[in-house]
């Protein structure tokens, strides 16, 4: 199955500043990957699709210029945090679909104090 | 809309065995998964279904009804290590994955 590796694991950062999450595929070209976010006790929501070389589809809801997503190689997506809020604190994940099987990063919990 | 129901929270014995139960009303249907998440942790696979029946995979295994919108995940010998949370996902006519909220599994001694 696919390798999808996401980094950080935790970040913890003030008010008004950006966070950076990234998102690889290490051992199969997606085109495609899937970003999440979890509240505790509460389902996955999927947030947005990124899609290589071209503008990421956002969910209903989802603020696409609060939450920048670049994908510009088959093996890098990158979701950015911008002027993050307490009420951003959640965890990020991302994924990979490979042969209709989801494939998850480790996930990023993320701490706005 | 659509939607996927699972109990919130289940407590069992180690040792015992638990079904989980999964409902869902989804526009179309390419397969159901089940997916262990520990706390603070990404989802990690257990099994998917897509046509009727029982799928066994060692001491896990996964029901499917097609006509009636409906999966257990079966789980046999609790060991402590499975207390997790449990999600059920189904993939709708787009292969977009509809996610339940899980089941919260807690074993005891």
């Known amino acids: 199955g696919a390798v999808v590796s996401q980094h950080p694991s935790r970040v913890i950062c003030k008010s008004g500043t950006s966070v950076k999450i990234e998102c690889r595929s290490l051992?199969?070209?997606?085109?495609?990957m899937f970003w999440y976010r979890q509240f505790p006790k509460k389902s996955l929501m999927l947030m947005a699709t990124?899609?290589?070389?071209?503008?990421?589809?956002?969910e209903q809801g989802v603020e696409k210029d609060k939450f920048l997503i670049n994908h510009a190689s088959l093996t890098l997506s990158t979701l950015t945090v911008t002027s993050a809020h307490p009420e951003d604190s959640s965890f990020y994940i991302c994924?990979?679909?490979?042969?209709?099987?989801?494939?998850f990063g480790q996930g990023t919990r993320l701490t706005v104090v | 809309g659509q939607n996927i129901d699972q109990p919130t929270e289940m407590t069992a014995t180690e040792g015992a065995i638990v079904q989980i139960n999964c409902t869902y009303q989804?526009?179309?249907?390419?397969?159901l998964f089940w997916y262990q998440q520990h706390a603070g942790e990404a989802p990690t696979f257990l099994s998917y279904?897509?046509l009727d029946g029982l799928e066994e995979k060692g001491r896990f295994s996964s029901f499917l009804s097609r006509s009636k919108g409906y999966s257990y995940l079966l789980l046999k010998e609790l060991q402590m290590k499975d207390s997790a949370s449990y999600l059920c996902?189904?993939?709708?006519?787009?292969?977009?994955?509809?996610w339940g909220a899980g089941t919260k599994l807690i074993i005891k001694p």
């Open positions: 994924s990979v679909d490979m042969n209709t099987e989801a494939f």
């Open positions: 051992d199969f070209q997606a085109t495609t």
């Open positions: 990124s899609n290589e070389g071209s503008k990421a589809t956002y």
């Open positions: 989804t526009s179309g249907f390419n397969g």
């Open positions: 279904n897509v």
């Open positions: 996902a189904v993939r709708d006519r787009n292969y977009q994955l509809i």
